[in-house]
């Protein structure tokens, strides 16, 4: 879950994200990046714990 927040502060927040190269936010641009990735990363894990959960096990181990 807090994957999925990060992904939305990425996303959505205040982190610039800017289309031409300028050098001095390359470090920000690079920020958000990563934390977009990390939120797609918890969004992928969330709905495979989600469809785990959602399956019916007719035989338990």
Known sequence: MFLIVIHHYAVHGTLPCYSSFN?????SLRINLFLHV??????VI??????YFLCE?????
């Open 23 to 27: 050098p001095s936010i390359s470090a």
């Open 57 to 61: 096990l007719d035989n338990p181990l």
């Open 38 to 43: 990390l939120g797609r990363l918890g969004v």
């Open 46 to 51: 969330f709905v495979m714990i989600g469809a």
